[in-house]
């Protein structure tokens, strides 16, 4: 009797665990999309992964009609999400004009006219679109272009005397350690060096990045907790069925369904606005960068991270004293505003009080 009454509380366990969590493996496996979800507009998700794709003009019409549509599509009302999709506009807009910087390190008028005349192609584009949809900017969009350099340690970087026909709003220059935005007016003449300097560890272990089958594991026991608690249960009700002690039959399937619903709300909880990547604490160490800019320039100085959480992560100069920082989740960088020339890396910053 005991026997059957396992195979039958068994059975109602395997059916509703199949029902409830079916769906839900569906959704853990869709990896389209990698929302950054604005509070106050939940439903508003960006492609930015798409924004890695861009290498010309067409490449970034098509993922600023994307954010538009999926603007419109999320009915936001409220100004973050706007600014925050202006701010996706402006980045795919930049990616759109990326070319690769001369080995010498100067900008040519030339090459700075043929790179705004994209900008130009494209930022026309994108208010167009924005207008077509009836959506009023909260500000002006700003025309960014953007070079790429394949230095490796350090980069000499010079301007042309006159640069007030270009136009531009922004200059980024990229290298694999650190990018550097700049405005027009502080570039006519202008010249600015950076350099990767030495590891520097954070002051406190940060978090990084789990790979691999380890990783997809570990996330799969997160997310799907509830498994091994029935598996636990049903253990522990065979043995005390071998030594002769009576459970009800409700038993089982009750706790199951309990664990299942909570399990649903925890798993709700694991998947918002969440990457498919889990992080563990580790010393990290990050390359310091040194830059070298005459005493009236100031730029945004980028910083990546190279799969650390950014949390409480923020750029420091030499002295230790941090930067207002902010992170970037297009460029998966730290970026802060230097008003001066010496060393700036990024430090595990505890500014909660």
Known sequence: MIKKKMILSSFVVLVVMVMAFAPLSARAEDAGYAPWLIPVCPLLELQYDALTRINNVTGSHEVIINAVTSFTQAECQCDDALDFTVFFIEDALRRGTSLNMHTNGVFYSSLLQVSAAMAQTISGSALSILADNDISLTRQLNVNINFISAEQNALDISFPEDVSDIEIDIITIETEFAAVSLERELISGSALRIERGVPVASST??????????????????????VAALM?????????????????????????????????WTL???????????YTPAPVYFYSIMVTMSPEMNAILSVPLGGTSPE??????????PMVSRYNPFTDTIDARIYAGGMYYLQVVDISG
């Open 205 to 226: 272990p940060a978090t990084v990045a789990a790979d691999g089958i380890s990783s997809r594991v570990i996330r799969g026991i997160f997310d799907f907790w509830a």
């Open 232 to 264: 636990i249960i049903m253990v522990i009700w065979g043995v005390l069925a071998s030594t002769g002690r009576k459970l009800r039959l409700w038993v089982v399937p009750f706790l199951a369904v309990i664990l299942i619903f909570a399990n649903i």
């Open 312 to 321: 409480m992560l923020m750029l420091v100069n030499e002295w230790g004293e």
């Open 268 to 278: 709700g909880l694991n998947q918002r606005g969440r990457e498919d990547v889990i």
